[in-house]
Nanobody, 115 residues
């Protein structure tokens, strides 16, 4: 059993910053990737950023140069630093962990960006 707990969401004005954190606990033997997805009302869940165990990263084009994903392998924690936030970044952000081909999800944290 793996648990993911996100924190750091909230309300921010356009142009502001937020930092999301996600801590994984439980029976974690090997984490392949950790990442962040988001889902806005009426939209499908989309990948925002992902980071491999070795530190390689990938971002959706709309957040490149504004968001930075990082991870602390010793703490099984992944972070998402979000700068220059835009109203279109408003969504529920979900933490994802992939271990041995199995995906685990957090319950999500709401990010609201006001114009």
């Amino acid at each position: 059993q793996v648990q993911l707990v996100e924190s750091g969401g909230g309300l921010v004005q356009a142009g502001g910053s937020l930092r999301l954190s996600c801590a994984a606990s439980g029976n974690i033997f090997r984490i392949n990737t950790m990442g962040w997805y988001r889902q806005a009302p009426g939209n499908q869940r989309e990948l925002v950023a992902i980071i491999t165990r070795g530190g390689s990263t990938n971002y959706v084009d709309s957040v490149k140069d504004r968001f930075t994903i990082s991870r602390d392998n010793a703490k099984n924690t992944v972070y998402l630093q979000m700068n220059s936030l835009k109203p279109e970044d408003t969504a529920i952000y979900y933490c994802n962990l992939n271990s041995w081909g199995v995906d685990y999800w957090g319950k999500g944290t709401l990010v609201t960006v006001s114009s």
